[in-house]
């Protein structure tokens, strides 16, 4: 079977990845393929990994559908690798001071890019999303790995993941006709 490669953005700064394998006799939400990130031209997620592509987008789409202003002026100063394990932790951990906290659990969770949802192409990989101004800073690593960070313009994320769902979707319309 022919796999179809699709990236929308640009490596060098950010971009989403997939390769699928069309299956005329299934939904394109059930094609199965592979879907990784480029962040600053480093890949994050497992390109080895085979599962339901739109199990990924649909996890990236989710997160950059979020609303994360009250939970981001928290973690705005904070230096990079901070703010990421104090997320995961507020989200994943045994935590008991929840309470001393100044943002919810909920506040917390729409910061996580790639939560456990974002299925096995994401594993070992942990990343939030933090508005600050004008820009976002994507925070980054695979687990036990050095924290990496990216600073974009405000929306890159958003907009390039919602162009991802579009062409995602529009390519499979393309293929079935």
């Known amino acids: 079977m022919k796999l179809l490669n699709l990236r929308i953005g640009c490596r060098q700064r950010?971009?989403?990845?997939?390769e699928v394998e069309p299956d005329r006799t299934r939904p394109a939400n059930e094609w199965r393929g592979s879907i990784w990130l480029w962040v600053d031209g480093r890949c994050v997620g497992e390109t080895y990994e085979t599962e339901m592509v739109s199990i990924g987008l649909d996890a990236l789409v989710r997160a950059a559908k979020g609303t994360?202003?009250?939970a981001s002026s928290v973690f705005a100063s904070l230096p990079a690798a901070q703010a990421l394990d104090e997320v995961m932790q507020a989200i994943y951990g045994e935590d008991d001071e929840q309470d001393k906290r100044l943002v919810s659990q909920e506040d917390f969770a729409v910061l996580d890019i790639l939560p456990s949802s974002a299925g096995p192409s994401?594993?070992?990989?942990?990343?939030?999303?933090?508005?600050?101004?004008?820009?976002?800073r994507f925070i980054?690593?695979?687990i036990g790995s050095p924290v990496f960070e990216a600073r974009w313009k405000s929306n890159t994320f958003r907009n390039t993941v919602l162009e991802a769902e579009v062409q995602f979707?529009?390519?499979?319309?393309s293929w079935v006709v």
């Not at 950010?14 to 997939?18: D, H, M, S, Y």
């Open 68 to 70: 994360r202003s009250k």
């Open 122 to 136: 994401f594993d070992h990989w942990e990343a939030i999303l933090v508005e600050d101004g004008a820009e976002e």
């Open 140 to 142: 980054y690593r695979r």
């Open 169 to 173: 979707s529009n390519t499979a319309k």
């Open 14 to 18: 950010f971009a989403i990845e997939f």
